[in-house]
């Protein structure tokens, strides 16, 4: 097939890799000079800025055909990420496929075949190219939202989104109101509070908190996500996290930590949210750096926020870290409003396998990119018919299903479309592309088994087995990282995970539709 991605940021290069190794013919359009996506630091783009450090860890951020020469588990900062995907270009030879400066400009279906129209944005001309299939792979993170706000008109000060942001030094000095408190947020909340003369973080609701390093231990807080974890109902996980924050505030931890295990106590459902990995604001707070606003905010004047509790303050410059919307114009033939409506995120039922869109599903804990590499493997063999799409209809009943299910799983973050339970969603392309371990395999591997079964549920997992298999890479990695819980916790675990399976009828349970 002749194939066109859209985008060379993390998703479009696993797509451009995925579809070469099943032999299609592959173009790749990248807007900019460079790959990387939001992770080519360019202080004319929008994306990382300066300090950002990943919060997801380097085995949970690599895509698994590929891994470095590296043994530690730890965050990558975004230039060492970057330059991971220099290294997967390199190695799976990739650098041919991709045209920069070529903007995609509109696609749409013409005679079964698509109609990319492409501007060059160094010499301002548009060409047209017909393709067999088009993967979009334009990214989540590229156009910016600004909340409505009344009074934001009448503003006098300076206006910023967390997009652009790139370090604190033009705070210096200010009254700051940070709105927002994603994952970004954290990040600039806590930079700016460094050195404005006043920085307020303004949140409407609290969001679950996880600590990079959770316990103060050296282990990334993914390293705790482990099948046996995802497989419990989330309600029968929020109850057994409440106990063993209960228990851990009656030990000897650090006010931080105290913070934000408190924090956490007071949302209700901790699980049935994303999780903002970034708990660095919680110190500036305790430092009195930073002033906490969790009422929401009635309106602005020329220079002063009133926030709904009757609080008010003098400020001159806002960031809003807001977040960001879906901008898919250039899709000319259907109308995307929202990607729980696409199956697996990713297939529209009136557009099939000719317009698929990848990097839409982003796990509450775990890497993005991962997803779109399992994305990009099933779609590369759709088109290689050694896969076939569910009929139409069948594909609006599975898409209704999707959207059911994880607008009740993740019922405290509405708006943040693309979330998805990690391993729910990358089990249920396993089972497609049989690439999950089965029985036979584990009981074969009783080691592994049990490193797969509590240890760190990376992506290789799914290199096991399977046609595209790469069961030596897998095993190492696999049997390298370490089971992050405690005896105690494993029992627990296991307690509950056997609790789960033979009390199906236990009310309050019954309406978790993990269970
Ligand atoms: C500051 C920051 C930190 C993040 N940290 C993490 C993290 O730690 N872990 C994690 O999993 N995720 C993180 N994310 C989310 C992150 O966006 C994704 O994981 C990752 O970038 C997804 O890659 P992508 O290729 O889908 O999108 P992008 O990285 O956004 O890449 C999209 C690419 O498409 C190009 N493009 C867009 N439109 C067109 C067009 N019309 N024509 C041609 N090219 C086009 C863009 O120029 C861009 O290069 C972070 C996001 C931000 C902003």
């Given at each position: 097939m002749r194939v066109c991605v859209i985008g060379a940021g993390a998703s479009g290069l696993v797509a451009i890799k995925e579809l070469k190794e099943e032999g299609h013919d592959v173009t790749c359009y990248e807007q900019y000079d460079k790959v990387g996506g939001v992770f080519y630091h360019n202080n004319n783009k929008g994306g990382v800025s300066d300090l950002t450090l990943l919060t997801i860890s380097n085995y949970f951020m690599a895509f698994s055909s590929y891994f470095p020469n590296e043994e530690e588990c730890h965050y990558w900062t975004h230039q060492e990420y970057a330059n991971y995907l220099f290294a997967f270009i390199e190695h799976f030879k990739l650098k041919a496929h991709i045209q920069h400066s070529k903007r995609v400009t509109s696609i749409s279906i013409v005679n079964e075949k698509v109609k990319v129209e492409v501007l060059?944005?160094?010499?301002?001309k548009s060409s047209e190219r017909m393709f067999d299939s088009v993967c979009v792979c334009s990214g989540t993170h590229q156009t910016p939202r600004y909340p409505q706000i009344n009074g934001l008109d009448k503003f006098k000060g300076k206006k910023y989104h967390s997009a652009f942001y790139k370090n604190n030094q033009q705070y210096v000095g200010k009254n700051v109101i940070c709105i927002g408190l994603g994952e970004t947020a954290a990040d600039v909340a806590h930079e700016v509070s460094q050195v404005a003369n006043k920085c307020v973080l303004s949140i409407r609701h609290r969001q679950s908190i996880v600590a990079r390093y959770p316990h103060g231990r050296k282990l990334t807080n993914d390293a705790y996500s482990s099948r046996i974890l995802y497989q419990l109902p989330t309600a029968l996980f929020n109850n057994i996290d409440r106990f063993l924050n209960k228990y851990r505030l009656k030990g000897k931890i650090c006010d931080q930590e105290r913070m934000m295990i408190e924090w956490n106590l007071s949302i209700p459902d901790y699980i049935n949210h994303f999780l903002t990995k970034n708990d660095a604001f919680f110190e500036d707070i305790l430092s009195g750096n930073l002033q906490l606003n969790e009422s929401g905010i009635s309106h602005f004047d020329e220079d002063t926020v009133y926030f709904k509790d009757g609080q008010q303050e003098q400020i001159d410059t806002i960031i809003f870290c807001t977040g960001y919307q879906d901008n898919f114009?250039?899709?000319?033939d259907v109308e995307i409003k929202d990607v729980r409506r696409l199956y697996k995120h990713m297939v529209h039922p009136e557009l099939g396998t000719k317009v698929v869109f990848i990097g839409w599903a982003r796990p509450a804990l775990g890497g993005a990119p991962v997803c779109s590499e399992m994305q990009s493997r099933y779609y590369a063999k759709l088109l290689s018919n050694k896969l076939a799409l569910p009929s139409k209809h069948h594909l609006q009943q599975l898409i209704e299903q999707q959207a059911y299910y994880e607008d009740q799983v993740f019922r405290h973050n509405m708006?943040?479309?693309?979330?998805?339970h990690y391993q729910k969603y990358m089990d249920d392309f396993a089972d497609i592309l049989k690439c999950k371990p089965t029985l036979g395999y584990m009981l074969r591997h009783p080691i592994l088994a049990y490193k797969i079964t509590f240890g760190s549920h990376v992506a290789?997992?799914?290199?096991?087995?399977?046609?595209?298999?790469?069961e030596k890479l897998a095993k190492e990695i696999i049997s390298r990282l370490p089971v992050a819980w405690r005896g105690y916790e494993l029992i627990l675990l296991t307690c509950a995970r056997i609790y789960s399976l033979i009390s199906k009828k236990i009310p309050g349970f019954k309406n978790d539709p993990a269970y």
């Open positions: 060059d944005v160094k010499t301002n114009n250039f899709v000319k708006t943040v479309r693309t979330v998805v290789f997992i799914y290199r096991l087995q399977g046609e595209d298999k790469n």
